[in-house]
């Protein structure tokens, strides 16, 4: 399954000497640097540039990969999968509006560019795919199976969704009728008990046990065996669950967690037993909903794993636009004050929301999400802990559908008392949104396994062995609503920021500067 092309095929060539290119591999040696600063005893700060050398190096064989999604038969997993299969076939389809064409539109790995610089000749801009930075695999390519608690096929569960128009759906119709989703794990206390009926494809037992952990990675080796595959990636897309509540000698550490799923323990997850099965298999898991799924004794075990995991929860609708505006709002040096966030849908997620502790999981998901933007600006919230106001809502309204709509008032102090109101309205096709994500998750998940480091001393020689990136991949911050991090490691909410994280480490796998913006070329002659 393994596939690399000539590096001469690759759409652009570094010429730097940091950069090798082999049959295997991009290398890069990598200046990163930074600014350290210290508050000296009379107030001022003294401030010193860093700068650490590193080697990067990134496999170039793109691999054959699955994408495993637990809540395979939702309407996240069931349109991202139709997508998959309408793209890989080229498909197009009549809808009163005219013809459609599948597309990989809200996939920032799919859709967008990057800068690659600046062409002398015409003093233009040069903007590539960012799929086509590093060997990416091809989202056409992934295999796509999973679980659900639903035994419901992938065709009528599609129709179930509502989500997608007749005309593609009966293209596909056939094919997703034989795909059916694996027995799942349900302990009913987690979700909303408004979901039970539909929970008629489960695996013995209402408790996390062991037994359970290695059926799914009983599971995970039989996908990849079955398909020929080189990696699989796991991502919960199931429903939001209640928080497990932390419990010493439970879920706080990695030993403690393994030995409260032998004993059954009832605060261990559906999405934790997941997650540890994954771990322990070595594939990487991410966790689309809010919940806290990385209780800390999964992160532990996924870092004595070295096992790749990220999360929480798709940003894909509101807290995006929230992520970007509040963004906006307070770099421009406006005083937000207030944010009212109300929302109703009438998917099943919604359906599930419902209830309230599953309704809990969303709201602290959703309401921590501008604290870093804040935090940042002591000249407009000078007061410790001083923060604008955010209330977030959520009703289930069945008749909207998977249309979720959210409306949002954002309101801020401006220029010598005055006000500034932003009322937004936000028709979200939540799962047409959702979607791609699901895809730059896996994407960049996967890159991430191929990609090795080590630091090297001011002349050079290394210092350290090759490793890979820390378990959490905080890189995947961008597509997520509360990213989780390396333990003790800041948050970063702000959209702008996590793109450029993202952007940038690419740049330095492939021995490029951060874009920095400066265009000086275009300022100084
Ligand atoms: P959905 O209810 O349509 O799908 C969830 C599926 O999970 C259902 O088919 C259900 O049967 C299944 N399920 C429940 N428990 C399971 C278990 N233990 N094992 C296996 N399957 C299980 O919801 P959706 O709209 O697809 O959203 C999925 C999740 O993604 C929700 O938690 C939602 O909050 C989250 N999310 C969605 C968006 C978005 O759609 N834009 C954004 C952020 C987060």
């Given at each position: 399954g393994v596939s690399s092309h000539p590096v001469s095929d690759l759409l652009f060539k570094n010429t730097s000497p940091n950069v090798v290119y082999t049959d295997d591999e991009i290398r890069s040696r990598y200046t990163y640097r930074t600014t350290s600063v210290t508050k000296q005893p009379n107030g001022q700060y003294q401030v010193t540039p860093k700068a650490q050398l590193y080697d990067f190096k990134v496999g170039r064989k793109v691999p054959k990969v699955g994408m495993m999604l637990v809540g395979w038969g939702g309407n996240n997993g069931t349109t991202v999968t139709a997508g998959i299969m309408a793209n890989r076939r080229n498909m197009t389809w009549e809808t009163r509006g005219g013809p459609r064409a599948a597309n990989y539109y809200g996939s920032v790995v799919m859709g967008s560019t990057m800068k690659l610089g600046t062409d002398p000749e015409t003093n233009k801009d040069v903007n590539i795919p960012l799929n086509q930075v590093l060997p990416i695999v091809h989202p056409n390519d992934l295999v796509v199976g999973g679980w659900d608690?639903?035994?419901?096929?992938m065709a009528d569960a599609m129709d179930r969704a509502a989500v997608l128009e007749p005309t593609l759906k009966a293209q596909l119709k056939k094919e997703m009728s034989y795909m059916v989703p694996l027995p799942s794990i349900y302990y009913p206390d987690f979700i909303a008990a408004n979901q039970e009926d539909r929970a008629d494809n489960v695996l013995e037992g209402s408790k996390a046990c062991m037994a359970h952990v290695d059926k799914i990675r009983d599971d995970i080796k039989g996908f990849k065996a079955k398909n020929g595959l080189d990696k699989v990636i796991v991502q919960w897309t199931a429903n939001t669950e209640r928080y497990a509540d932390l419990v010493e000698g439970v879920n706080d550490t990695a030993d403690n967690l393994l030995k409260a799923i032998e004993a059954g323990h009832e605060e261990v997850s559906p999405s934790t037993v997941f997650a540890v099965a994954c771990i322990l298999e070595q594939v990487p898991f991410i966790n689309g909903s809010p919940q806290n799924t990385f209780v800390p004794g999964a992160v532990e075990l996924a870092e004595r794993h070295g096992a790749f995991i990220g999360g929480d929860d798709f940003k894909s609708g509101q807290t995006k636009m929230k992520s970007a505006l509040v963004d906006f709002m307070i770099n421009a040096g406006i005083k937000l004050t207030s944010i009212a966030s109300y929302n109703h849908l009438g998917n099943n997620d919604g359906k599930n929301l419902n209830s309230h502790r599953q309704f809990r999981s969303k709201e602290i998901s959703k309401s921590n999400v501008v604290d870093d933007m804040v935090e940042a600006n002591h000249v407009l919230y000078p007061d410790q802990g001083e923060k604008p106001d955010h209330c977030v809502v959520i009703k289930y309204m069945p008749a909207v559908g998977d249309n979720k709509r959210a409306l949002d008032e954002y309101y801020a102090e401006i220029f010598m008392g005055g006000h500034q109101t932003i009322s937004l309205f936000n028709v979200c096709e939540d799962s047409l949104l959702a979607s791609p994500l699901i895809i730059d998750l896996v994407l960049i998940a996967e890159l991430m396994t191929r990609v090795e480091w080590r630091s090297c001393a001011e002349d050079g020689a290394a210092a350290t062995e090759y490793k890979g990136f820390h378990s959490v991949l905080s890189i995947l911050s961008y597509m997520l609503k509360a990213p989780l991090t390396p333990p003790g490691t800041p948050v970063v909410n702000a959209l702008a920021k996590q793109r450029a994280a993202l952007t940038n480490i690419f740049r330095a796998f492939v021995g490029l500067e951060p874009e920095s913006d400066m265009s000086l070329e275009h300022k100084l002659f």
């Open positions: 608690i639903s035994g419901m096929n």
